[in-house]
């Protein structure tokens, strides 16, 4: 998944992590296992890839 997010960054992205919340914000990078957000108000979350079930871009 790691390769196919690279094509998408720079977009709104909403991720399913199974029974975390729904995390959405802009994908700002996706390596070494890590997914970087940045939310609307400015706070950026990382999240471990390999917890993440499903990507949506709306």
């Excluded at 975390?20 to 957000?37: F, H, I, Q």
Aim: a positive charge.
């Amino acid at each position: 998944m790691g390769e196919q997010l690279k094509t998408i960054e720079g977009k709104l992205v909403v991720f399913d992590g199974g029974e975390d919340p729904k995390r959405m914000g802009l994908l700002k990078k996706s390596e070494n296992g890590l997914v970087e957000l940045a939310r609307a108000k400015g706070e950026r979350i990382y999240l471990n890839l390999t917890q993440l079930q499903t990507v949506h871009v709306p």
